[in-house]
């Protein structure tokens, strides 16, 4: 059986009439932390956005093959039942949907099983104790009212409670302060084994200091221009991306 998770393969993205992506190609094996890096307007989140196909972003050109099957044009909602999660740079808040039912109810579409709700909320506590967030947030709707760290920690509350076999974080670090970032680590950390796989877009290399990433994509102009070690990260904190350019 293969160890490839989720491989990138050519592809070309626009956002309305502008061409973003402009020949992605990536492959993520299981076990592995990945990361790209990259200025402001390169790519980036396009890319998130186009593994879980956002209709927002329209492909041109390529494939998104996730563990051996051809996700290209499958749903978002397919997308996330094959085994993808994405947390978000602004999550959205939804007045009147609980913390526990949200996360409930996304757990039963998944899993495609009934959720038990005591063993269910004792999950939470524990994964919410570990992060360090007020378990009385259960029973709050979601994010509403939340400061923006207790709605990144929320993102990786999910990630936890559901997952899955990929996890796609989008700038998840930012706008965080050093505790929260060490937080957002330990959740990955606790996420993280052989059999998934983590893909980290960031401009923080502070959120990378605690774990052990296997590799750094640097993306320019909606190029992968170059790839390395967690070296890399460090080298683009010193020098910047002027290099690339």
Do not use: C, W
Request: charged share 30%.
């Amino acid at each position: 059986m293969s160890n490839t998770l989720l491989e990138i393969k050519d592809l070309y993205v626009n956002a309305e009439e502008k061409e973003i992506l402009k020949g992605i190609n990536l492959k993520i094996n299981k076990g592995e932390i990945h990361v790209i890096m990259g200025p402001n307007g390169s790519g980036k989140t396009t890319t998130a956005n186009s593994i879980l196909n956002n209709p927002m972003y329209t492909k041109q050109k390529g494939k998104i093959i996730f563990e051996g099957k051809d996700i290209t044009n499958l749903k978002t909602d397919e997308i996330a039942r094959e085994g993808i999660f994405m947390s978000f740079q602004l999550p959205e808040e939804i007045p009147g949907v609980s913390v526990t039912n949200f996360l409930k109810y996304a757990k039963s579409k998944i899993s495609k099983k009934p959720v038990k709700i005591f063993e269910f909320k004792e999950e939470l506590k524990k994964y919410m104790e570990e992060l360090k967030m007020n378990p009385k947030n259960m029973e709050r709707s979601l994010n509403v009212g939340f400061s923006g760290g207790e709605k990144k920690k929320n993102e990786i509350l999910q990630m936890l409670v559901l997952n899955p076999e990929l996890a796609i974080l989008d700038e998840t670090d930012s706008g965080l302060d050093v505790d929260a970032i060490k937080t957002v680590s330990k959740g990955i950390q606790m996420f993280k084994t052989k059999k998934n796989a983590v893909l980290i877009i960031t401009h923080n290399t502070k959120i990378l200091n605690s774990l052990d990433v296997d590799y750094v994509h640097v993306l320019v102009d909606g190029k992968i221009v170059k790839t390395g070690s967690a070296d890399l990260a460090k080298e683009i904190e010193e020098k910047g991306y002027e290099q690339y350019k």
